[in-house]
């Protein structure tokens, strides 16, 4: 009896010493529903909804679990000096110049326990100095662990003790007229939270990022609300509040939010890799319309028609030729040039994919070994 009561006390002396090594050392292990991602980046997934949804009329069970994770992001940028500034003549014909700092306003939400911030990259960009600012008036200054302006996503990170997190959302779930909720620090006024709908999803060919897969919501968005979440009535996260369609500056019941799977992806790439990898093959796809249809004798009705291929570039290496008409890459079908870029975008350089094409009347297969999306000329990527 003495000898397992010895060891019952040896083993609960082990686990408790254990806890507390982890406790200090990696206190996210311990977040309840904590996930680990492909970057080791611990993460809350919300678990499949199968809850009943919240009394009609109110959303402020939602509201008060996702807001503390919600930021207030404050730039400062250098002003930049006229060479010329202190030259008499100069400062004659244009007088003295102001050269004060630039601010910029925005707002970010906490993912993870070990401090990573999702943001918009217009928010940051080109920022000398970021602070953060939490729902329990804590400050921090913040880095850029990096960002990826084709998607106009930003990683940031700070180094503060028990952070709120957001538990991530399933925006794949999403239906057009599920309730959604913008939460974040409109016009610097403070943080704000508005509710709408899901208008529409999949938006594209906005002209706003290179890769486009927006939610549009009626939820109000205004400045300063860029990088704050979108949530649905658990206050789970779905989106990156992003951008705005409007006439007067302000909010006209058409914003945009970068679904929670696009942002995952990126956070994973630029965490593990640096940056974030997607498949290139060096082709100029276009909408297939009658009149290219035409122009080189296809009779497809539907697909991407190659306008134009990179001479030694991946597709002109497998045999694509101007005039194809792509059908499908892989087992999924594409039907616009968006859904052809996000697909390809999609795939892992080096490893062979099959696309099916349509030259004039045969239906060919081609393997297509993707290369390394090369990244775009700066002034390309200007909002």
Known sequence: MKRTWLLFSQAVTVLVAAYFVVATLQPSWLQRGATLSGAGIALIEAPPSNAAPPAPGSFSVAARKAAPAVVSINTSKAAVRNPRSNDPW????????????????GSGVIISPDGYILTNNHVVEGADEIAVTLTDSRHARARVIGTDPETDLAILKVELDKLPVIALGNSDELAVGDHVLAIGNPFGVGQTVTSGIVSALGRSQLGINTFENFIQTDAAINPGNSGGALVDVYGNLQGINTAIYSRSGG??????AIPVSTAKMVLDGIVKDGQVTRGWIGVEPSELSPELAETFGVKATEGVIVTGVLQGGPGAQAGMRPGDVILRVGDKAITSVPALLSTVA???????????VLRGERTLNLGVTPGLRPKPPRALLQR
Not at 90 to 103: E, H, K, L, S, V
Not at 251 to 256: A, E, K, P, V, Y
Request: zero cysteines; charged letters at 10%.
């Open 90 to 105: 100069f400062q004659f014909f244009f007088g003295d110049q102001d050269n004060q700092p630039q601010a910029g306003l």
């Open 251 to 256: 909010s006209m019941g058409i914003g945009f």
């Open 346 to 356: 999609a795939l892992k350089p080096g490893a062979p994919a099959n696309f099916q």
